[in-house]
């Protein structure tokens, strides 16, 4: 995915400022695709330029005042064409992953307490997502035209398992902190 695609998606969803999408992205998109405030406005920039998006009319004096943003037709059917075209997995390029194998080789020392810690921010983030869940798709409320977004937000949990069963069986691996690895 890339930055473009992903502005263009919040702005199909509701017309913004750049203020508003950072904050979006800080609360949902960037959950999957994070973005700095200055790479959100130079983006806007760029989409603004090639014809995908345009600074709605102000009503007042524009010097000094947000600028809000929406996508036009050409954004549209940008978006359009890239969702229905080709993607290959991105490989998974994970620090923690070559810390592992670096381990395998020099020894384990001081990696239980890294691993620890990232267990406990896997457990944060799931118990998060699993807040979101809750609050935003309850089993009662039929999930319609929102299914595909609760389907992200499950694709979300279900990595935050799998690092929180990948990382317990890591420390049992590595073993006391005492050195009896």
Same mark, same amino acid.
């Given at each position: 995915?890339?930055?473009?695609?992903?502005?263009?998606?919040?702005?199909?969803?509701?017309?913004s400022?750049?203020?508003?999408?950072?904050?979006?992205?800080?609360?949902?998109?960037?959950?999957?695709?994070?973005?700095?405030?200055?790479?959100?406005?130079?983006?806007?920039?760029?989409?603004?330029?090639?014809?995908?998006?345009?600074?709605?009319?102000?009503e007042?004096?524009?010097?000094?005042?947000?600028?809000?943003?929406?996508?036009?037709?050409?954004?549209?059917?940008?978006?359009?064409?890239?969702?229905?075209?080709?993607? #290959?997995?991105? /490989?998974? %390029? $994970?620090?923690?992953?070559? @810390?592992? !194998?670096?381990?395998?080789?020099? =020894?384990?020392? *001081? +990696?239980?307490?890294?691993?620890?810690?990232?267990?406990?921010?896997?457990?944060?983030?799931?118990?998060?997502y699993?807040?979101i869940?809750?609050? #935003?798709?309850? /089993?009662? %409320? $039929?999930?319609?035209?929102? @299914?595909? !977004?609760?389907?992200?937000?499950? =694709?979300?949990? *279900? +990595?935050?398992?799998?690092?929180?069963?990948?990382?317990?069986?890591?420390?049992?691996?590595?073993?006391?902190?005492?050195?009896?690895?």
């Open positions: 995915m890339s930055l473009p695609h992903a502005i263009l998606t919040a702005l199909l969803e509701k017309p400022s750049g203020l508003e999408l950072a904050r979006r992205f800080d609360r949902s998109i960037g959950y999957f695709w994070s973005a700095t405030h200055q790479q959100i406005y130079r983006e806007l920039g760029k989409l603004e330029k090639s014809g995908h998006i345009r600074a709605l009319p102000s007042g004096p524009t010097r000094g005042q947000r600028k809000e943003y929406a996508a036009l037709p050409a954004g549209r059917d940008e978006l359009t064409a890239w969702v229905a075209g080709p993607g #290959d997995p991105r /490989p998974v %390029r $994970d620090p923690l992953l070559l @810390r592992m !194998r670096a381990a395998a080789v020099v =020894g384990s020392g *001081g +990696l239980r307490d890294e691993l620890s810690r990232h267990l406990a921010l896997h457990r944060e983030q799931l118990a998060e699993e807040a869940e809750r609050r #935003d798709f309850p /089993p009662e %409320r $039929d999930a319609g035209p929102d @299914r595909l !977004r609760h389907l992200v937000l499950q =694709g979300g949990i *279900g +990595l935050e398992t799998f690092w929180i069963a990948w990382l317990t069986e890591a420390l049992d691996a590595v073993g006391e902190p005492d050195g009896t690895d």
